[in-house]
């Protein structure tokens, strides 16, 4: 079960250590909230939580332990396609249920909350269920979660549905939070090269952030190698300017292990340091992976641990 729950466990069995103090970030662009359904579920497959329900589902707790002024609410939809939850004959209702409850606590509190749905983009509905989220539940953009869902750009069919939800949301404006990485080992340059190719270099201007600078989480020669790949595409395809196109900081700079995915060393939180500064601080997305940390404890991991200057994490956290 490892595929589908190694970034969600990260969320789920880390104690979260609220901090007294807000954040001085505007936005904590990477938050997950599930619903009690989901909750009941995991607990039933045995995946522990550290804490009340009400800190993963409660969007009042959620505001309250992150502190900043705005957070983008991830949706978990995606998870009921997974094989490894062994099949649901009613998934669909599942998921559309998963993003209602999530377009629920942005409602609530629609100038501080923007809300992503989340689909399996190999879905037969997936299409349905983006204009659904769009029509009728008003949502702001689109999570795709690669690893939980098992898609690999180099099928081609895979390609193919997952360049129309690209093509559905730049048409449509809605910006694509994306965990490229799907735990194959050739994963990066060929997913890059299409991601790119086949997507990317005909498609109208789209947001796109990538989560976890790439990969899964952690700072790993896999996210190194990503990085490599993928700096040197944007260097030598001009076109992809048009683009906003973004990379996630959440669950990379780790300080604590967490399921099968160890901390940093000093010396990785250095290089860490020296990639951040080789994409520029403008290039990346300020995320925690909430409830994984709050902003207020991830802020301080990228000043003491990485050593963000304040000049730099006032660019990185847009405190200005």
Not at 123 to 143: H, N, P, S, V, W
């Amino acid at each position: 079960m490892l595929r589908v729950f190694r970034s969600i466990v990260l969320l789920c069995v880390t104690a979260v250590s609220l901090a007294a103090n807000p954040t001085g970030a505007l936005t904590d662009g990477h938050v997950h909230i599930l619903s009690p359904e989901l909750i009941k579920i995991w607990k039933g497959l045995g995946i522990p939580f550290s804490r009340p329900d009400e800190y993963y589902s409660d969007i009042d707790v959620i505001l309250r332990n992150t502190a900043v002024r705005r957070i983008d609410l991830i949706s978990m939809a995606h998870v009921f396609s997974s094989e490894d939850f062994g099949g649901f004959k009613n998934e669909r209702e599942l998921v559309e249920k998963e993003n209602s409850f999530v377009a629920a606590a942005r409602d609530k509190h629609p100038k501080k909350v923007r809300a992503f749905c989340s689909i399996d983009p190999l879905r037969e509905y997936a299409l349905a269920e983006l204009e659904r989220c769009r029509t009728q539940l008003k949502m702001d953009g689109i999570k795709l979660h690669h690893n939980a869902n098992q898609v690999y750009l180099t099928v081609p069919e895979h390609l193919e549905k997952v360049k129309k939800v690209f093509e559905f949301a730049a048409e449509n404006k809605m910006p694509i939070l994306m965990h490229f990485d799907n735990s194959h080992r050739r994963f990066g340059k060929p997913d890059i090269d299409l991601l790119v190719g086949s997507i990317l270099k005909e498609l109208r201007p789209v947001e796109l952030r990538i989560a976890h600078f790439g990969t899964s989480g952690g700072f790993s020669q896999r996210t190194r190698a990503f990085l490599n790949a993928f700096i040197e595409k944007l260097g030598a395809e001009p076109g992809l300017r048009k683009h906003k196109i973004t990379f996630d900081i959440s669950a990379v700079a780790l300080d604590k292990d967490s399921e099968g995915v160890r901390k940093l060393t000093d010396e990785e939180f250095a290089v860490l340091a020296r990639y951040i500064r080789r994409l520029g601080l403008k290039k990346i997305a300020f995320g925690t992976d909430y409830p994984l940390y709050t902003p207020a404890e991830y802020e301080a991991i990228l000043r003491t641990r990485v050593g963000l200057s304040d000049s730099e994490l006032e660019i990185l956290l847009k405190t200005k």
